[in-house]
Antibody
Framework: QVHLQESGPGLVKPSETLSLSCAVS?????????WGWVRQPPGGGLEWIGD???????TYNPSLKSRVIISLDRSTNQFSLTLHSMAAADTSIYYC???????????WGQGTLVTVSS | QPALTQPPSASGSPGQSVTISCTGT?????????VSWYQQHPGKAPKLIIS???KRPSGVPDRFSGSKSGNTASLTVSGLQAEDEADYYC????????????FGTGTRVTVL
């Protein structure tokens, strides 16, 4: 069974950079699939942030593209999210996820709440 | 890209059926074979219940079914059970020259 686990700070100051990691077990990030991030503000809906495929190719939500980087760390079987210039509107639960293609997400992490506040 | 439009809420009694709509445009839902549906219980991560418009992943009860007509996709939950009370989100590829996914606004299903 594939398992994803997010890690990172729960609190970030405005204008700072968020860095989250996702540890993957039960699958190899180098073998196939795309690995991405989805966020959900408290009480709100889902927003796709972007993903990186096993080839290293990245795709980002156009609304976030100028601030986001998603990358693979093949040595640790993890992938990461970097989001610059954090603002209060970025306060959300951040989920890491696996997409096997065909625009579907079949495995999700449990999510981690990131609050932006001074 | 703007979110796909879903009704905020839907409800039904146990054993009844409920259908949730997901309306987009010809560029996303209307032109896509890749509409998915996710179920999310409070405090939990979303769970894939329908992919490619109407395909059920292994382990998803056949009470859940998906379809599409024009720019609107639909999820039907038949034989409602208490555990079906959750939020439901559709998604599609964003379409056109826009990369990635777009999600629906979400529908809260209540079992009366």
């Amino acid at each position: 069974q594939v398992h994803l686990q997010e890690s990172g700070p729960g609190l970030v100051k405005p204008s700072e950079t968020l860095s989250l990691s996702c540890a993957v077990s039960g699958d190899s990030i180098s073998r196939g699939n795309c690995w991405g991030w989805v966020r959900q503000p408290p009480g709100g809906g889902l927003e796709w942030i972007g993903d990186v495929c096993h080839t290293g190719t990245t795709t980002y939500n156009p609304s976030l593209k100028s601030r986001v980087i998603i990358s693979l760390d093949r040595s640790t079987n993890q992938f990461s999210l970097t989001l610059h210039s954090m603002a209060a509107a970025d306060t959300s639960i951040y989920y890491c996820a696996r997409s096997p293609g065909w625009y579907r997400i079949d495995f999700w992490g449990q999510g981690t709440l990131v609050t932006v506040s001074s | 890209q703007p979110a796909l439009t879903q009704p905020p809420s839907a409800s039904g009694s146990p054993g009844q059926s409920v259908t949730i709509s997901c309306t987009g445009t010809s560029g996303d839902v209307g032109g896509s074979d890749y509409v998915s549906w996710y179920q999310q219980h409070p405090g939990k991560a979303p769970k894939l219940i329908i992919s490619e418009v109407s395909k059920r992943p292994s382990g998803v009860p056949d009470r859940f079914s998906g379809s599409k007509s024009g720019n609107t996709a639909s999820l039907t939950v038949s034989g409602l059970q208490a555990e079906d009370e959750a939020d439901y989100y559709c998604s599609s590829n964003a379409g056109g020259n826009i990369p990635g996914y777009v999600f629906g606004t979400g529908t809260r299903v209540t079992v009366l």
